[in-house]
């Protein structure tokens, strides 16, 4: 809207504003007094009334154009997750898009579920949502689906209910290709599954996934801890696992951000933390693609790791939110950034972004988002 400012369409605009504000019965006098001080040409109070007049128009535009979207985070206690954060309002700027300040559910289903109530009532007209369970996190789907709310998830895909798209990586891939590199480097013995939630569906592909992969490698016995995405439980669980099988060859964790630090702190404290290279070192492999994991393949002390891009799940998040709201639809095939759109399940597409294999060959590649500044 571009307005011109002279002094006649100042007063005239004033005046219509003043008496479309104000009964003519209670405010007669108060009108007139208001119009000859705007043609005495009274500067102060020239002044207030056209700051007055600007700024309700500029909320009156606010208000039509405004659509805000809602984040909803599963938690912020993974370094992941936490740089899932720092690029919310940094694609929200880059793709013009308005959002409400995220809330954090605290790795609590329920929680979440309220989140996404509490958004809607916010305003949000989109919603961008990592689900915590993907079964629960239906009735928070029904819910924005009775008004019209378009969902996005993001990272992890519900087993039913509308969303207007998944944005994942294929995380059966991640189960696959991190067997693959164990059994590439570790010839016969055990090696440990440090699995996430399988109420989620991320945590089954991957886990699933390495089950089925490892049958190709008959030498190698699985075992397997269920840890939840929680740290804690990762730690007890590895300590009591390696005081009974002190001969463990390899590692793969599910989430560097929740289980890397409780992994490294455990085989330290073992006496059995040794460097690549070390006849004796455990082989690590990871899934995220986080900072501390690029370090810890740098010092040598894990393997490798498949970086999901964080900075894509929030760009690709909010873009797809935002042509939601607009109306758009999407379909399965090939898309212009390199990732391809699947049909998961009837009526839910994903679009599954690549996530490279990170290893000390290419740990130092720019391009990974753990390495942007």
């Not at 005081?243 to 085989?267: E, F, R």
């Not at 690590?284 to 040598?300: F, L, M």
Request: charged share 20%; aromatic share 6%.
């Amino acid at each position: 809207m571009n307005i011109m400012f002279t002094n006649e369409n100042i007063n005239n605009t004033l005046i219509n504003s003043f008496e479309e504000g104000f009964s003519e019965t209670s405010m007669v006098q108060s009108k007139r007094g208001f119009k000859r001080g705007l043609r005495a040409g009274h500067g102060f109070a020239r002044l207030v009334a056209v700051a007055a007049l600007v700024s309700g128009l500029g909320v009156a535009s606010q208000a039509q154009a405004s659509q805000p979207v809602g984040v909803v985070l599963p938690m912020l206690t993974s370094p992941f997750w936490q740089a899932y954060n720092k690029y919310i309002p940094e694609m929200a700027a880059k793709l013009k898009v308005d959002i409400l300040a995220p809330l954090n559910s605290d790795q609590d289903p329920v929680k979440q579920i309220t989140d996404v109530s509490n958004l809607i009532n916010l305003g949000a007209k989109g919603l961008v949502v990592a689900p915590l369970d993907s079964a629960a996190v239906r009735r928070a789907l029904d819910n924005a689906a009775a008004k019209n709310i378009p969902v996005v998830a993001v990272d992890v895909a519900p087993t039913s209910g509308k969303v207007a798209m998944v944005v994942r990586a294929d995380n059966v891939a991640y189960g696959t290709k991190s067997c693959q590199y164990l059994g590439e480097h570790v010839k016969t013995g055990k090696v440990v599954q440090i699995m996430g939630d399988l109420a989620s569906v991320n945590g089954r592909d991957r886990a699933e996934a390495f089950r089925t992969c490892m049958k190709q490698y008959p030498n190698l016995q699985v075992l397997e801890i269920a840890a939840g995405w929680k740290a804690d439980a990762a730690a007890a669980g590895l300590d009591s696992l390696l005081s009974a099988n002190p001969d463990v060859k390899g590692i793969y964790m599910h989430a560097g951000g929740v289980y890397l630090s409780p992994t490294l702190q455990t085989l330290r404290r073992k006496g059995l933390l040794y460097p690549v290279g070390d006849p004796k070192h455990i082989v690590v492999v990871s899934n995220d693609g986080i900072p501390q994991e690029y370090d810890a393949i740098r010092k040598g002390e894990i393997d490798a790791t498949i970086s999901q891009p964080a900075d894509l799940y929030a760009m690709y998040g909010l873009y797809y939110a935002r042509e939601a709201m607009k109306g758009t639809t999407f379909k399965p095939g090939p898309t212009d950034h390199g990732s391809t759109i699947v049909e998961v399940a009837p009526g839910i597409l994903e679009d599954q972004l690549p996530a490279p294999v990170v290893t000390r060959e290419n740990v130092d590649n720019p391009r990974l988002w753990a390495n942007q500044k």
